[in-house]
């Protein structure tokens, strides 16, 4: 069966400082790749998704970047941290295939606090 | 006008009592259309998963999908007080090969014991 991890799960980090988060899936090959954000009391934001290695779509411009440097494996950056990156950070994933049936399924998340 | 529109609530019903939860959305592409529940500091679970216009029942769990109308509902019935959460609809945008999901706010339900 398909797994998600993401790490880490908490995160207290001052403004100016960089940030890595980072998720692998397991039990599949060539997923979609997704971060999502979602704030304090608000919806879950598509930030970035990802259909391959290196292929990377940026849906908010923002202090925020993300990499795939393996099929499996996306991970979030940032150089400096804002008080409004504080949220809750999502990675999930989908099997490859053409619309209908691309259900997303989540991993933890990672609370991230800026102060 | 938000991608996928959902009344934020609260909803609140008795135990026992149908719960009815509604979605828009403006992308009249879309193709695929998913119903999340998120218990508060958690991550979202999949409960449905909808394509075709009609009803699609699982077990408590009523998907209602009008692509005509652009409306998507789920129905619980006999709520319990653990199905307490906030539910998201989400929608497959029509013109990006099934890559870009997009999420409503969400409506908080409360099922009172």
């Known amino acids: 069966s398909q797994t998600i991890h993401q790490w880490p799960a908490t995160l207290v980090q001052p403004v100016g400082s960089p940030l890595s988060l980072e998720c692998t899936v397991e039990g599949t090959s060539n997923p979609n790749l997704y971060w999502y954000r979602q704030a304090a009391g608000r919806g879950l934001q598509l930030l970035f998704y990802?259909?391959?290695?290196?292929?990377i779509s940026s849906e908010v411009p923002q202090n925020l970047s993300a990499s795939r440097p393996q099929d499996r494996q996306f991970i979030l950056s940032s150089k400096k941290l804002l008080l409004s990156d504080s949220g809750f950070y999502l990675c999930?994933?989908?099997?490859?295939?053409?619309?209908?049936?691309?259900?997303?399924?989540f991993g933890e998340g990672s609370w991230l606090t800026v102060v | 006008q938000k991608e996928v529109e959902q009344n934020s609530g609260p909803l609140s019903v008795p135990e026992g009592a149908i719960a009815s939860l509604n979605c828009t959305y403006s992308d009249r592409g879309s193709q695929s259309f998913f119903w999340y529940r998120q218990y508060s500091g958690k991550s979202p679970e999949l409960i449905m998963s909808i394509y075709s216009n009609g009803d699609k029942e699982d077990g408590r769990f009523t998907a209602q999908l009008n692509k005509a109308s652009q409306y998507v509902s789920l129905l619980i019935r006999d709520s319990q007080p653990s199905d307490s959460a906030t539910y998201l609809c989400a929608v497959t945008l029509g013109n990006t090969g099934g890559f870009k999901t997009i999420f409503g706010a969400g409506t908080r339900l409360f099922v009172k014991a």
């Open positions: 999930a994933w989908s099997v490859r295939r053409e619309a209908p049936g691309n259900t997303i399924y």
């Open positions: 990802s259909v391959g290695i290196g292929q």
